[in-house]
């Protein structure tokens, strides 16, 4: 086999880092920043929407989200998501990242806006059109998974592409935190401007008419950054990869990256080989890529699993620990700000710094053994808050709690949250990449809706008079944990079946540069 890598991909991969990886990355992270603001901003204000549209001036507590609307207002955007994923990723792959970047962000942008108009002002309506444009807005952000992952790898140079890939991902951590900043700002600003008493004090009152605000405000602000990068979603040239190794125009691909690299390169023709044009269910795709694909999409299911369930457990860890008082005792708006100032916390502590220990790391340490670290810790860190579960929750233990939880997700992002958005975007073939991609995003959100909802049913306590207004008994929250911490381990091992891309080139791990000597 002869190395017969393109000249002007060889030219990427040895290029030194400069300004136009840095502008890949602002690009390519805006999209997950918006994601991670909009998926995550609909947490903060699920309660305030209970109080404004579910009042009930008989109930001793304030009104709340019915259990089948706060499963469709938290789900709808990841059953979009899962269904964008697959689309665009396929998309990508047919019409070329940058056409259908650009449309990715226009859906986010509109349906952003959109799902903070509501028809009408019956609470029948208000969820029904939250949950329709969510749903969009869902199948825009599952667009920009596959694509921000593929235009960053195909953009990077050898030696730093994992942590190019890992800094795009980590504009989530940065969305997570603009959205907890714009919901404390927004509601202090109307806590100021409309002082109401709390529920105990006054039921009536203690939501004003104003409050209806705050959520669509919140909602609604997450199509700026969007809308801000739309322009240099534009003007980026396409992938020399997708150009050269898709389109087979070798000579545009030069054309392009002579401009971004501000080099001259120098056109070279290529004879095409027949054996490297097999689809994606062919005999061949599965020699070659079938256990790393069946890796990635399993590693990432499992993960999502463990991971969108910690927001089951975030509110009652904050009340349990006391950094959410009691929901009689604060007014709608104060509300709003107490869940906002948690959440920020959690991230701040936990999750964030997680995601920047990956971008150090990843090229040093590799894909493998972060992923394999972090599956390993999730899983002794669960174990450990599961089994003395009832420990934990005494009021005097509180705090360990909160540094075990913390650091269980520290390592879901300093570990295979990371890696598992990373990895699938080197290993497969161009044509087929943001595919794959896509499949294996769109695996990890069926794992998150089983995360988001199958564990909802299955935290209810097993004695029925415990539970959540309308949910059945379920196998209660110690044993969840204890599930939770075998699918991390099952995790682990699925992680043997993922190829370790470090300082290898795209062509060279998905054997595209292979040419019979």
Known sequence: MADQQLGVLKALDVAKTQLYHFTAIVIAGMGFFTDAYDLFCVSLVTKLLGRLYYFNPESAKPGSLPPHVAAAVNGVALCGTLAGQLFFGWLGDKLGRK??????????????????????????????????????????????????????????????????????????????????????????????????????????????????????????????????????????????????????????????????????????????????????????????????????????FLLDIAFYSQNLFQKDIFSAIGWIPKAGTMNAVHEVFKIARAQTLIALCSTVPGYWFTVAFIDIMGRFAIQL???????????????????????????????????????????????????????????????????????????????????????????????????????????SLIVLGVINFIGMLFTFLVPEPKGKSLEELSGEAEVEK
């Open 99 to 300: 056409k259908v970047y650009g449309l990715t962000l226009i859906m986010m942008i509109v349906c952003s806006i959109a799902s903070g108009l509501s028809f009408g002002n019956q609470a029948k309506g208000v969820m029904t059109t939250l949950c329709f444009f969510r749903f969009w807005l869902g199948f825009g952000i599952g667009g920009d998974y596959p694509l921000s992952a593929t235009i960053m790898s195909e953009y990077a140079n050898k030696k730093t592409r994992g942590a190019f890939i890992a800094a795009v991902f980590a504009m989530q951590g940065v969305g997570i935190l603009a959205g907890g900043f714009v919901a404390l700002a927004v509601s202090s600003i109307f806590d100021k401007q409309f002082p109401s008493p709390t529920y105990d004090q006054d039921r009536v009152l203690s939501t004003p008419p104003e409050a209806d605000y705050i959520w669509r405000i919140i909602v609604m602000f997450g199509a700026i950054p969007a809308a801000m990068t739309f322009y240099w979603r534009m003007k980026m040239p396409e992938t020399a990869r997708y150009t050269a190794l898709v389109a087979k125009d070798i000579k545009q691909a030069t054309k392009d990256m002579s401009k971004v690299l501000q080099v001259e390169l120098e056109v070279e023709e290529r004879a095409e080989d027949p054996k490297l044009n097999y689809g994606l269910f062919s005999k061949e795709f599965l020699r070659r890529h079938g256990l790393p694909l069946l890796g990635c999409t399993s590693t990432w």
């Open 373 to 479: 670290m972090g599956f390993f810790f999730m899983t002794v860190f669960m174990f450990a808050i599961a089994f003395p579960y009832n420990h934990w929750i005494k009021p005097d233990n509180r705090i360990g709690f909160v540094i075990m939880y913390s650091l269980t997700f520290f390592f879901a992002n300093f570990g295979p949250n990371a890696t598992t958005f990373i990895v699938p975007a080197e290993i497969f073939p161009a044509r087929l990449r943001s595919t794959c991609h896509g499949i294996s995003a769109a695996t990890g959100k069926a794992g998150a809706i089983v995360g988001a909802f199958g564990f909802l049913y299955a935290a209810q306590s097993q004695d029925p008079a415990k539970t959540d207004a309308g949910y059945p008994p379920g196998i209660g929250v110690k044993n």
